[in-house]
């Protein structure tokens, strides 16, 4: 099994077999509007740029299960990411990445690099308190403990790291070109 047996709601409603993306390297991200580390969008999109030629694409899959950070529908949230950030990559509809109702993609990249920490320091510990409080509803199901969580997939669509939203993008950029 591999990431390119999963497929994704596109915006407009569409079905996408992520097989399409079969050969470059992929970050599949959850993400909100409304959250501490929403910046994040201004670097993946400055990464899409700089290696999209290269074969490289972001799937972006914002959630609302973190504390109610991403409420708007999925049209206001792609316009806010569109004239905020300027993005380009592929956004899809949202979706639910813990519980019952757990997006089966994110299911498996969970399973294939599950959580070992937000890391060291006062605010990662403060962060991973909370994060524990908000998931404690989901149980063995808690795949996700925040947004911008970060998925890297080489070209032959296995899983190779999990970025927790705390790592800094510099690290995820240098995981990125590597894998290029």
Same mark, same amino acid.
Request: charge should be negative; aromatic fraction near 14%.
């Given at each position: =099994?591999?990431?390119?047996?999963? &497929? ?10 992520? $097989?399409?993306?079969? $050969? &470059? /390297? @992929?970050?599949? /991200?959850?993400?909100?509007? *409304?959250?501490?580390?929403? +910046?994040?969008? #201004?670097? @993946?999109?400055? =990464? ?6 290269? *074969? ?19 049209? !206001?949230?792609? #316009? ?5 950030? %300027?993005? !380009?990559? +592929? ?8 519980? !019952? %109702? ?6 498996? @990249?969970?399973? #294939? ?6 890391? &060291? $320091? ?5 962060? !991973?308190?909370?994060?524990? =409080? ?10 996700? &403990? ?20 705390? /790592?800094?993008? #510099?690290? /995820? ?8």
């Amino acid at each position: =099994m591999s990431v390119y047996d999963f &497929k994704a709601t596109a915006l407009d409603g569409s079905e996408v077999s992520l $097989g399409e993306y079969e $050969g &470059k /390297v @992929l970050l599949v /991200v959850n993400t909100a509007t *409304g959250c501490g580390f929403t +910046p994040h969008y #201004e670097p @993946l999109e400055a =990464m899409y740029k700089e290696y999209r030629d290269q *074969g490289f694409e972001i799937l972006d899959f914002p959630c609302n299960q973190f504390a109610d950070q991403a409420p708007e529908s999925d049209d !206001e949230i792609h #316009e806010f990411c569109q004239v905020k950030f %300027g993005t !380009e990559f +592929p956004q899809f509809k949202k979706i639910e990445v813990n519980g !019952e %109702g757990a997006d089966p993609l994110f299911a498996y @990249l969970a399973t #294939e690099k599950p959580f070992e920490g937000f890391g &060291k $320091g006062i605010k990662n510990k403060a962060l !991973e308190k909370f994060a524990n =409080m908000n998931n404690s509803k989901f149980g063995e199901k808690a795949y996700i &403990k925040w947004n911008f969580t970060k998925f890297l997939v080489d070209r032959q669509g296995n899983v190779v790291a999990r970025f927790e939203p705390t /790592v800094e993008m #510099e690290d /995820v950029k240098k995981a990125v070109a590597a894998a290029l």
